[in-house]
């Protein structure tokens, strides 16, 4: 499957932002391992419809007038892994979850760090809210693009972590 892609300057650094025909496939950090979510062979693409939304939307979000997303999503991934990709969806603006509370939600409660590798290959950051996962003991653990910056979007959202 072919994917197209554009940039996107936010507040948190230059955004990748990737489309199939379905749907985005990924929001990737400056400094992303490319192992992270390998997508194969990319073609720019500035005017795609999908990647053109999904940058109003997230710059939305980033001005703090967005808190939910519209835009089609197209996970490729195990089906474990879709399974905790679609919790994260479930995952109110401005809150929380433990990977042992996303394991218990997915009727697998003793699977908590299949949750946590599962959540650190989330290829749709922001949008799929991987920087909503904590630990049990409610400090910010593992994130793609650092702590800092998992920090500053639960910021965003009017959550405290005491990292600012």
């Not at 433990?98 to 290829?123: D, E, F, H, T, W």
């Not at 793609?144 to 910021?155: C, I, Q």
Request: glycine share 10%; proline share 6%.
């Amino acid at each position: 499957m072919s994917h197209v892609f554009k940039w996107m300057d936010t507040p948190v650094g230059r955004l990748k932002l990737v489309a199939s025909g379905k749907g985005l496939t990924a929001v990737l950090w400056p400094n992303d391992n490319p192992r992270r979510v390998p997508l194969g062979d990319l073609t720019e693409d500035a005017s795609n419809p999908l990647l053109l939304q999904a940058q109003a939307e997230l710059a939305e979000y980033f001005a703090g007038k967005r808190r939910a997303f519209n835009v089609p999503l197209d996970f490729n991934g195990t089906s474990f892994q879709q399974s905790v990709w679609q919790a994260l969806l479930t995952i109110p603006f401005g809150e929380t979850r433990s990977y042992g509370q996303i394991a218990a939600q997915l009727g697998k409660p003793s699977a908590s760090r299949a949750v946590g590798a599962a959540n650190g290959k989330n290829p749709i950051s922001i949008i799929a809210p991987c920087h909503r996962m904590i630990g049990t003991n409610g400090k910010l653990t593992g994130f793609a693009d650092g702590l800092e910056t998992k920090a500053h979007l639960l910021a965003l959202e009017g959550h405290e972590t005491g990292l600012f």
